[in-house]
């Protein structure tokens, strides 16, 4: 499947895009109540940056996006997108959003929605360039309610795009996506930043991050546990796999008591664990004469650096959203 062309993000002279950074979150609270949902959490990405947000449910992930879309004040600190306040139509008009939760209006067709939205924007994408784009020009004469649950998550996103926004918000954006449609969304995003857009999204996929964001940020009970890229958050653990080849039980049990053992020979003879100190494991391997072949040790994926940065609460929960 070819690369679909790029979204260009827009430039509106009425926000000074270039002048300041696309977001901009400093010492931002926000609580509900008794709930702290943000507590003290920075953050700044520059234009043409796509940044991944990754947490557990509960985390403040959503309430983070709610603040830069303006439907949410911080209880306190700042919130600045591209300069200017989020709350201001002015500002938000350089904005897209695919929140986690849509409702398309059922009766009107695809194309329709998207002549909706454009009606909205100054200088909106053309609706075909907008339904080719995501894949969904065979739908245009569909109405909403007939469509399947991703194909009204890729209309959705699509909607976010209308337009040419500098900054783009997408919560769980794929959800509901079989693998190619995914990838095909990933393609229009991905075209969208390489034309200069800035992205900020959450995603319950971690491949999802790894293939679209430059930088991570990780938070967990509203605050920011690490911020990086891919590579500097998988660092911040000590977590690497070690993979070799081996009999089933060939490895005493007192060596994998500290590991995580993803395959323990059983099958194909193939080994997998994950290991806080690679070198300690493997001379330890060596010291209890265990005949092992074929060695590797890599870094730990971002998933695993992830449960390891969240603790169990993330690991109970098993992905994060």
Do not use: I
Request: hydrophobic share 45%; charged share 25%; aromatic share 4%.
């Amino acid at each position: 499947m070819s690369e679909p062309p790029a979204v260009e993000a827009g430039r509106h002279p009425a926000v000074e895009v270039d002048r300041h950074p696309a977001v901009e979150v400093d010492r931002v609270t926000r609580t509900f109540g008794d709930v702290v949902a943000l507590d003290d959490v920075s953050l700044t990405v520059q234009p043409g940056e796509a940044v991944g947000v990754l947490g557990p449910n509960g985390a403040g992930k959503s309430t983070l996006l709610s603040l830069l879309a303006g439907l949410r004040r911080p209880t306190s600190g700042t919130v600045r997108l591209a300069g200017g306040d989020p709350r201001q139509a002015a500002t938000r008009s350089r904005l897209g959003v695919t929140p986690q939760a849509t409702g398309l209006p059922q009766t009107l067709k695809v194309g329709e929605v998207v002549d909706f939205v454009a009606g909205h924007h100054r200088d909106p994408l053309p609706r075909e360039e907008v339904l080719g784009r995501f894949e969904l020009s065979d739908l245009r004469g569909r109405q909403c309610g007939g469509l399947s649950g991703g194909q009204q998550r890729r209309l959705a996103v699509a909607l976010a795009f209308v337009g040419r926004p500098d900054v783009v918000l997408l919560d769980e954006p794929t959800t509901g996506l079989d693998v190619p449609a995914r990838h095909a969304l990933w393609g229009a995003v991905r075209g969208f930043v390489a034309a200069g857009g800035t992205l900020l999204l959450t995603s319950h996929y971690l491949e999802e991050v790894e293939a679209l964001a430059q930088r991570v940020v990780v938070v967990d009970h509203g605050r920011v546990l690490a911020e990086g890229t891919v590579a500097e958050v998988r660092g911040r653990t000590a977590l690497r796999r070690v993979r070799f080849g081996a009999p089933a039980g060939a490895v005493p049990a007192q060596l994998t008591a500290g590991a995580r053992v993803v395959a323990d020979g059983s099958r194909e003879q193939r080994w997998e664990l994950l290991v806080p100190d690679a070198d300690a494991f493997v001379r330890a391997l060596v010291t209890a004469g265990v005949a092992f072949r074929d060695l590797e040790v890599a870094a730990a994926s971002l998933e695993e650096a992830f449960l390891a940065l969240t603790g169990e609460r993330a690991a109970g929960a098993g992905v994060p959203a």
